[in-house]
């Protein structure tokens, strides 16, 4: 059991992902909320939509038209944030000493994705069976396959892709650079930012090695170091597996938690008890527990408050270029993060002294893991539409 004065006082947890720290204010639950109140969302959606730019046969912003797609489809984001050719920068070396120590910039190029999960506008993956997870996953390798360099590590053992699928733009899968990282993200629904509610992902990649994925990496470089080739999340898995205290879920090749140094009310990670370095390093069976706890973890976040339970979710892994030493020290898991606090209606917002000092939470991991396990089962609108 963890200690229970912690229940009680406020503390700093470290998180060792980022080297950084958590402010825990469990004593905060009990105060009255008079902050922003939401109507709480319904499930009204059709199975498809003529308007969607997302579903089978339709025409998007572009004017791209989709195929009639009946699993996967992914396509060039429409809007993407970095693309693969624009104009030439480099900095002006001629520049004063201040001028390149303060005012840095580098060009980042790169291409964006959009993968629709189903070709149904209002299946979302709590609402899928882990085996229609499954090709979800099989997209997602088959995409980082087909970007991976050819002098990675990983190229050895990632599977030959078939990628294109057929009927699919074959211009999708030909990057006219290496790129040196792909991130896999979804943002579910609009508290996110998503701006179409049919169930999709996106993934980017770009010239650069982005903040986040390049902590973690140093991290996990420096604990490799300094515990004679120990990988820190299998052995974080272990000790989490062996207290259980903040376990959401199980299974005999992933573990998902509330990690210890969460700052989002209900933030959960996804980690392979075994060493995997990228997605190409699982086998069938290993895409298959996955995708059992993607949705375990996902039904239980819309059981939860019994609403489409918004998220950010992302893959973190080795990236598509880099050294041994870095491609050894990557290791695979999914963040989660969701912003809803009390209920459908109330949310965490980060701001004030979130934004100026360090991030802080008032649930504990250990609560907010309690509550989820307590949300298994059949999904909410199946019992709704029985009755």
């Known amino acids: 059991m963890p200690e229970k004065i912690f229940d009680d006082i406020s503390h700093r947890r470290y998180n060792p992902l980022r080297g950084s720290w958590v402010l825990v204010s469990p004593h905060r639950t009990k105060r009255p909320w008079q902050g922003q109140q939401e109507s709480a969302s319904a499930t009204t959606l059709p199975h498809y939509d003529p308007s969607c730019y997302l579903c089978p046969g339709n025409t998007r912003a572009q004017g791209g038209v989709n195929p009639s797609y009946d699993g996967t489809f992914v396509f ?14 480099e900095p002006d070396a001629n520049q004063g000493d201040l001028t390149q120590l303060l005012l840095k910039a580098e060009a980042v190029t790169g291409k964006c994705y959009v993968v629709t999960f189903s070709p149904a506008h209002n299946l979302t993956l709590a609402d899928m069976s882990a085996e229609e997870i499954v090709p979800i996953i099989s997209m997602w390798t088959k995409l980082y396959t087909s970007h991976l360099s050819p ?10 892709t078939t990628l294109p699928p057929q009927g699919h733009d074959e211009s999708v899968m030909k990057p006219n650079s290496q790129y ?4 896999i993200f979804e943002n579910k629904g609009a508290a996110m930012g998503c ?34 080739g120990a990988h820190l999340l299998q052995d974080y898995a272990q000790l989490e597996s062996e207290k259980q205290e903040r376990v959401v879920f199980e299974n005999e090749s992933f573990l998902a938690m509330c990690p210890w140094w969460a700052t989002w009310p209900f933030e959960t990670m996804i980690v392979s008890k075994a060493h995997r370095r990228a997605l190409v390093d699982l086998s069938p069976q290993e895409q298959a527990s996955l995708a059992e706890a993607i ?3 996902t039904r239980r976040y819309d059981n939860l408050f019994e609403t489409h339970f918004p998220y950010s979710m992302g893959i973190h892994q080795a990236p598509l270029e880099g050294s041994v030493e870095e491609i050894d020290a990557s290791y695979l898991h999914l963040h989660f993060y969701p912003p809803l606090l009390r209920s459908a209606t109330v949310r965490k917002f980060l701001v004030g002294y979130e934004m100026m000092a360090e991030p802080q939470r ?8 309690t509550r989820l396990r307590g949300r298994g089962g059949d999904l909410y609108r199946k019992k709704l539409a029985s009755n």
């Open 362 to 369: 008032d649930i504990t991991p250990e609560q907010a893991a």
């Open 295 to 297: 949705a375990e973890v």
């Open 195 to 228: 701006s179409n509610p049919h169930p999709h992902g996106q993934v980017w990649t770009t010239t650069s090695l982005p903040e986040e994925p390049a902590l973690e990496l140093e991290q996990f470089r420096r604990y490799r170091r300094e515990r004679g």
């Open 180 to 183: 040196r990282y792909m991130q």
């Open 76 to 89: 060039v984001n429409d809007y993407s944030a970095v693309k693969e050719t624009q104009a030439e920068y």
């Open 151 to 160: 002098l990675s590590p990983l190229a050895q053992v990632a599977p030959a």
